[in-house]
Structures are given as C-alpha cells and as structure tokens.
C-alpha cells in the first residue's frame, strides 16, 4: 500500500483492534516468557528480605546501587508520554499521533514500575509508609519532611494520577467502538468504560478540550518529576560530587533522551508484529528521529556543562570522582561505552539515506541510547559514594549481585508484560487519532475543514 494513503473508517476499526480481537501465535508465548522472569525475579525479591540487604553488593558507603539507578532509569522512561503525547499535542504535531497512545501507556507502567524500587531497596518494605508518611504521632517521632524521600512520592504519585486520566480521556472514544464491536461481557465492560460515549458534536468538543486542558496542567509534574528526583543526589549532604547546581535540567534532558528511544523502538516492534504499517510509517520514525536528533543534542550539552561545572570548581571530591571516571579502570571503559552508546551512535540518525529510514539501524540506535542512559545512571551515582568518607577514611568499591542483575532484569520483563496485557485489551494507537489525521489529510487536500463529529462510523 502506498504510505500516506487515506484509510476508511472500517478499515482502520479492523486494522488496529487486531491485538485485541484475534490473538498472535506469539503472544502467548511472550506473555509466559515475561511472566516467568518476573515470577523468578519476585521470588528473588523475597529471599532477599527474608536474609536482608546482605546478598545483594551494596555496603558502606555505597548504600545506593543497582536498585536506584534502576529507579531513576524508569522514571526517565516514562518521560516518553508527556513529551510525544501532550507537549506535541499543544505543538499540533501530525507525525506524533501513531506513537501518542503507546508513549502514554509507556508513561504509566514505567512510573509503576520505579515505585517498587524504593522500595525493594529498603529491605524492609513494610516500614516504608512510615517514612514517607508518617502516621504515629503519639511516639513523638518524626521523619525528615525536608528529606528528597518525602518529596518523590508526592510528585511520583500526582505524575501517575494525571497520566492514569490523561490516558483514560483518550481512550472514551476507544471504549465506544470497542463497545460497538465486542459481545458477551467484554461489550459491558467497554460500555461501562465509553461511560455513554455517543460521539455527538458536544461530546467531541468536551473530549478535546479536556485533552488540551491536561497536556497543559501536566506539563509542570513532567518537569518537577524528574527535578525532584536529581535533588535526591543532590540534597544529600555527604556526598560533595553530587552537588551540582545543573542536575535539575539534565535529569529532565536525559529522561526525554532515554524516553523517546524507547517509545520508537516500541513503535517499530508493534509495526513488525501487529503489521501496522499503514499506520507507523517511515515517515513517523524517521520524524521522531529527528526529534531524538535533537534532544540527544541538548543531553550531550547538559553532560558536557556538567563535567566543566565539577572541573571548574577545583574541589578535591570533583576532581577524585573525574580522575576516577576518566582515568580508571574499569570505570573509564563504562565511561567511553556510555558517551558512544548515548550521543556518537544515535546522531548518526543525521544521515537519512543510511539510518533514518533503515528500520534495523534505528532500532539499534535506540536500544543503543538506554544501554548508555542506564550506565550514565549508574557511573553517575556509585563513584561519588565510593570516595565518600564515612567516620573514617575506608574508601569502599561496589561490586553488584546476581541477585540484584536478576532483580533489574524482573523490571524490564515488568514493563514488557504490562504492554502485552493492554494490547490485549485496549488499542495501542489510537484509532479516533489516527481517524482525524486522515479527515485533516482529506480536508486540506480539498480546502476545506470538517466537524469532530464526523469520526464516528455509523
């Protein structure tokens, strides 16, 4: 089919409810695949409070490891959604409309997922609502309300709650033809959710403008999200190197760097197994590329400024954690991985003829800019509490466990889990969406525009 063709409205109905009606020869084995990792990975989680943090690498002074690095890689993740889904929205970006529902849902349960990092991490997972919300009064006994801890559920929390509804707003049109096309229980189910999702001119103008109205409101969790997370390293008192003043903004470049990776190599996986490609087409990668063009840039800037801020400062921690880094070994090899993998393998994507529209280049691009995203986290964090000075002059290394590889890899299958499950039951791109590119396509073809109204099918 030629790219860009405009598409009925049936067609598209019975092209993108194919995850949900009909069943792939490799979904199920996916699904058992995915779940068997995180069964193995859980029981993990369980020996490990049973015996405490002891099988795991951490130690003093290294008390955050694999666990927080992980954490502060998903909630980069899922700065995916916000920035393909609302931020293009208000930009009125065509090309955004095939990736805006798997970028959201990709929001969701990659924030569902950093939550339970935390939380693995204390060992003692039942103590934790104390600290985060301290409920006994009567002991007299109070958590640090100024602690970054107390600051990243709050934020972590609204951030979820928006996207949980910012998603939902999007699917009512989804629930009424899905309503329209299911029987048995599922149609009520899908009735109940398209809440009376009739498709009339009111309808479609209140849908719209609560979608503008929560690309908006959103928009300032996306950037305090991922500002409050960096203010964990940086508020913490003992650890010089982690005091940067630039953190804020490059933990937020960084998110959007890892999290548009991510979102195109999801894209491309469900253009391969769903055969959408009259849906997520090249032009669709090749425009999120470009994006990443450009994100990747400004990330490589931040990096840069980070660098010089510690090095023109002249303190003793600064230039221990750089000599470190860069000098060595084995953390000058990380480091050399991480600045190719992250910023000199992706911006080849300059090249159009070669790699933007050379799926299997793109992909590798991708996957390329989050294994370096994850080390930068990781050659970020641990050097800096390894030449932490605690009561005395021990200086300490960090060596991580199986258990805790384990662990991370549970987390990924997590994710991966959760999207094959809401394939199954929801439409990974949006079919209204996708309906009113083509309507837009059609009209300004002909020179003339047309009512919302006109998505629905009769």
């Given at each position: 089919m030629q790219e860009g063709r405009v598409l009925p409205p049936a067609q598209i109905n019975k092209d993108l409810l194919t995850s949900i009606l009909t069943t792939p020869k490799w979904?199920?084995?996916?699904?058992?695949?995915?779940?068997?990792?995180?069964?193995?990975?859980?029981?993990?989680?369980?020996?490990?409070?049973?015996?405490?943090?002891?099988?795991?690498?951490?130690?003093?002074?290294?008390?955050?490891?694999?666990?927080?690095?992980?954490?502060?890689?998903?909630?980069?993740?899922?700065?995916?959604?916000?920035?393909?889904?609302?931020?293009?929205?208000?930009?009125?970006?065509?090309w955004r409309r095939p990736a805006s529902r798997a970028a959201e849902v990709l929001t969701i349960f990659s924030l569902m997922t950093a939550m339970t990092m935390p939380i693995i991490h204390t060992g003692r997972p039942w103590r934790i609502l104390y600290w985060v919300f301290p409920y006994d009064f009567a002991r007299g006994i109070f958590p640090n309300i100024r602690s970054p801890l107390v600051w990243d559920p709050s934020a972590i929390l609204t951030y979820l709650t928006s996207s949980v509804l910012f998603v939902f707003i999007a699917l009512i049109p989804d629930f009424g033809i899905l309503r329209d096309n299911t029987t048995g229980i599922r149609k009520k189910v899908y009735t109940m959710l398209a809440m009376g999702w009739q498709g009339n001119v009111r309808q479609w103008k209140l849908q719209i403008v609560a979608g503008v109205l929560l690309s908006a409101l959103i928009l300032p969790v996306f950037v305090s999200v991922h500002s409050i997370v960096s203010w964990d390293f940086g508020m913490a008192v003992s650890v010089k190197a982690w005091h940067s003043t630039i953190f804020a903004p490059y933990?937020?470049?960084?998110?959007?760097?890892?999290?548009?990776?991510?979102?195109?190599?999801?894209?491309?996986?469900?253009?391969?197994?769903?055969?959408?490609?009259?849906?997520?087409?090249?032009?669709?990668?090749?425009?999120?590329?470009?994006?990443?063009?450009?994100?990747?840039?400004?990330?490589?800037?931040?990096?840069?400024?980070?660098?010089?801020?510690?090095?023109?400062?002249?303190?003793?921690?600064?230039?221990?954690?750089?000599?470190?880094?860069?000098?060595?070994?084995?953390?000058?090899?990380?480091?050399?991985?991480?600045?190719?993998?992250?910023?000199?393998?992706?911006?080849?994507?300059?090249?159009?003829?070669?790699?933007?529209?050379?799926?299997?280049?793109?992909?590798?691009?991708?996957?390329?800019?989050?294994?370096?995203?994850?080390?930068?986290?990781?050659?970020?964090?641990?050097?800096?509490?390894?030449?932490?000075?605690?009561?005395?002059?021990?200086?300490?290394?960090?060596?991580?466990s199986v258990f805790e590889g384990i662990i991370v890899l549970g987390t990924f299958a997590l994710v991966t889990l959760f999207l094959l499950l809401f394939s199954k039951v929801m439409p990974l791109i949006p079919l209204y969406d996708i309906k009113e590119g083509d309507i837009l396509k059609t009209e300004i073809q002909v020179g003339r525009r047309t009512v919302p109204a006109t998505f629905r099918e009769d």
């Open positions: 979904y199920w084995p996916a699904v058992g695949v995915c779940s068997f990792i995180v069964l193995i990975a859980s029981i993990v989680v369980g020996y490990m409070i049973n015996k405490g943090l002891g099988i795991t690498g951490l130690n003093r002074p290294v008390m955050w490891g694999f666990f927080i690095t992980n954490f502060v890689f998903w909630i980069g993740i899922s700065h995916a959604g916000v920035m393909l889904s609302a931020i293009l929205r208000l930009a009125k970006a065509e933990f937020v470049v960084g998110a959007v760097h890892s999290g548009v990776s991510a979102v195109v190599f999801v894209l491309i996986l469900l253009r391969w197994a769903y055969g959408w490609q009259d849906y997520i087409r090249k032009e669709h990668v090749e425009a999120l590329c470009r994006l990443l063009i450009v994100v990747a840039t400004g990330w490589f800037y931040y990096f840069c400024m980070e660098i010089i801020f510690g090095i023109y400062g002249r303190e003793a921690d600064e230039i221990a954690i750089r000599t470190l880094q860069f000098a060595t070994y084995p953390w000058n090899i990380i480091m050399i991985i991480f600045i190719v993998t992250t910023y000199f393998l992706p911006i080849c994507l300059w090249s159009r003829k070669i790699w933007r529209r050379n799926l299997y280049l793109v992909s590798a691009a991708c996957i390329s800019v989050n294994i370096g995203m994850w080390l930068e986290r990781y050659i970020l964090f641990i050097p800096g509490q390894i030449n932490k000075q605690v009561f005395t002059f021990t200086w300490a290394s960090y060596t991580p």
